[in-house]
């Protein structure tokens, strides 16, 4: 949800807190809430990221499970919205600095994902699934390594789809170029998950939560 005082918007996202089954599930909601907390201050300071505002108080209490961030006056970027020409590219430096902090956008596939603010500058949300490497062992053992370099790997290959869709005649090929070069490991996301996606979405339209037109 937006939040307006004297003029400074912030977005307030509150994961998860009611139960699934009768499982209760407030433990992966503060655990999601942390996570991207600690994403955002991460990569503080980067001007591609909204800003984190810290902790959530309602009532004087603070909520676990919640973050706040700035809000980025914009919207998402269209399936093949022509940008402006320096867009991609300070995307890519973004990505850069992430690979060189050692964090790892997992959602870049994800257009939502994508803000286009109205000054035209790009800004990346939803960063509650991106990948950190901790500085010390036990929490960074080569396997680790090897995961974020793929994750970072599959998420430049993303952010070249996104380019070839929108400015095809700056990135130099277009889409279906592109997807002749994907590497295995998307082949293979794929052939698993949007079965799973389809089914999922019509679910959820039998359940009548979205109507069939999304």
Not at 54 to 61: E, K, N, S, T
Not at 123 to 138: A, C, E, K, M, N
Not at 193 to 207: I, N, Q, Y
Request: hydrophobic content about 45%.
């Amino acid at each position: 949800a937006i939040y307006e005082n004297a003029g400074d918007k912030k977005i307030c996202k509150f994961n998860r807190q009611q139960p699934l089954c009768g499982l209760p599930m407030t433990w992966l909601g503060s655990l999601l809430g942390r996570h991207e907390a600690a994403v955002l201050r991460c990569l503080e300071g980067l001007p591609n990221v909204p800003l984190w505002a810290g902790d959530l108080f309602v009532a004087g209490v603070r909520v676990p499970g919640a973050l706040a961030r700035n809000y980025i006056p914009g919207h998402p970027l269209g399936h093949h919205e022509w940008v402006e020409d320096d867009f991609f590219p300070a995307l890519e430096g973004l990505l850069s600095e992430m690979r060189r902090r050692n964090v790892a956008y997992v959602d870049m596939h994800k257009r939502e994902n994508i803000i286009v603010a109205d000054d035209g500058r790009p800004f990346l949300v939803g960063l509650q699934t991106s990948v950190i490497l901790p500085q010390r062992w036990p929490g960074n053992p080569l396997p680790m390594h090897a995961l974020l370099r793929l994750l970072q790997r599959a998420h430049a290959y993303h952010l070249l789809k996104h380019y070839a869709r929108c400015r095809p005649d700056l990135a130099g090929f277009n889409s279906q170029e592109l997807a002749a070069r994907r590497p295995w490991w998307i082949r293979v996301h794929r052939f698993v998950a949007k079965p799973l996606r389809t089914a999922r979405r019509r679910l959820l339209v039998v359940l009548r939560i979205p109507s069939g037109g999304g």
